[in-house]
């Protein structure tokens, strides 16, 4: 009985070391034959790379289509939709949003929208005042700010954060300062200082303040033109710099 039990063992082993060698070669052989099908692929090099990764910078709404001048800044991931004007010299920032769905959008000589701004026009405005968005010639508007159917007159600077409703008017030679709420229909006038939530008169800009608003406009201005030689014509470079990376061995 002992030697029945040991032969039984024997066979019962016999047989999945069998199952398991011809288990491995079976595995070896799908190996090798994956690997010599790999091996054989070679690309095309008439092959188009498609870049997905990218989203759509000009976005035309039935009969408009955002207008933007040779010789101005649209960072690769800025979003122009609809009746959107992009004038020389102008920049708009990266992540900004530019929404001219339902009225226009202008954007002046040598003016900046900064990062994170959105830009917005209503239908029309609450006050009978212009519905559009104006932001006229050497205007800077800093970053995470919300512009919806204002007018600002050239040569002024708009503080980061800062929010301007429907109807508001910043006149020529003023500032508005960081994190301000400009309530609809309310106006800066020309040369003063103002800043709070909602935004009142904190006092008259010097001579010396009002000269300062051009000379930041043409700085940013000079900046812009070097991003802008850096990604023409459609922001492609950086998929250069990754294949230089990827050819010296460097993780990307």
Same mark, same amino acid.
Request: aromatic share 6%; hydrophobic share 40%.
């Given at each position: 009985?002992?030697?029945?039990?040991?032969?039984?063992?024997?066979?019962? %082993?016999?047989?999945?070391?069998?199952?398991?060698?011809?288990? $491995?070669?079976?595995?070896?052989?799908?190996?090798?034959?994956?690997?010599?099908?790999?091996?054989?692929?070679?690309?095309?090099?008439?092959?188009?790379?498609?870049?997905?990764?990218?989203?759509?910078?000009?976005?035309?709404?039935? $009969?408009?289509?955002?207008?933007? %001048?040779?010789?101005?800044?649209?960072?690769?991931?800025?979003?122009?939709?609809?009746?959107?004007?992009?004038?020389?010299?102008?920049?708009?920032?990266?992540?900004?949003?530019?929404?001219?769905?339902?009225?226009?959008?202008?954007?002046?000589?040598?003016?900046?929208?900064?990062?994170?701004?959105?830009?917005?026009?209503?239908?029309?405005?609450?006050?009978?005042?212009?519905?559009?968005?104006?932001?006229?010639?050497?205007?800077?508007?800093? %970053?995470?700010?919300?512009?919806?159917?204002?007018?600002?007159?050239?040569?002024?600077?708009?503080? $980061?954060?800062?929010?301007?409703?429907?109807?508001?008017?910043?006149?020529?030679?003023?500032?508005?300062?960081?994190?301000?709420?400009?309530?609809?229909?309310?106006?800066?006038?020309?040369?003063?200082?103002?800043?709070?939530?909602?935004?009142?008169?904190?006092?008259?800009?010097?001579?010396?303040?009002?000269?300062?608003?051009?000379?930041?406009?043409?700085?940013?201005?000079?900046?812009?033109? %070097?991003?802008?030689?850096?990604?023409?014509?459609?922001?492609?470079?950086?998929?250069?710099?990754?294949?230089?990376?990827?050819?010296?061995?460097?993780?990307?």
């Amino acid at each position: 009985m002992a030697t029945l039990g040991r032969l039984s063992r024997k066979v019962i %082993a016999t047989t999945l070391s069998g199952q398991l060698r011809r288990h $491995q070669n079976h595995n070896l052989i799908r190996r090798s034959l994956a690997t010599e099908a790999q091996a054989a692929i070679k690309e095309s090099p008439d092959r188009v790379k498609w870049d997905y990764r990218g989203q759509r910078q000009i976005i035309p709404l039935g $009969q408009w289509a955002p207008k933007v %001048a040779v010789d101005a800044y649209v960072a690769p991931n800025v979003v122009l939709a609809g009746q959107v004007t992009v004038y020389d010299g102008a920049s708009v920032w990266n992540g900004a949003v530019l929404r001219g769905d339902l009225n226009k959008i202008t954007i002046g000589f040598c003016s900046s929208i900064q990062e994170k701004c959105v830009v917005h026009a209503a239908w029309s405005s609450p006050t009978g005042l212009p519905a559009e968005t104006l932001v006229d010639r050497y205007v800077t508007v800093g %970053a995470y700010s919300l512009l919806r159917s204002c007018t600002i007159e050239p040569e002024c600077i708009i503080g $980061q954060h800062s929010i301007l409703m429907e109807g508001s008017l910043v006149e020529t030679n003023s500032i508005l300062e960081a994190g301000s709420v400009l309530p609809p229909g309310r106006r800066i006038p020309s040369g003063e200082l103002w800043a709070g939530n909602p935004a009142r008169f904190v006092r008259t800009l010097t001579h010396e303040e009002i000269k300062e608003i051009p000379k930041l406009s043409t700085a940013i201005n000079d900046l812009a033109n %070097a991003h802008h030689s850096e990604f023409l014509p459609y922001s492609t470079v950086y998929l250069e710099v990754e294949k230089l990376k990827k050819s010296f061995g460097i993780s990307i």
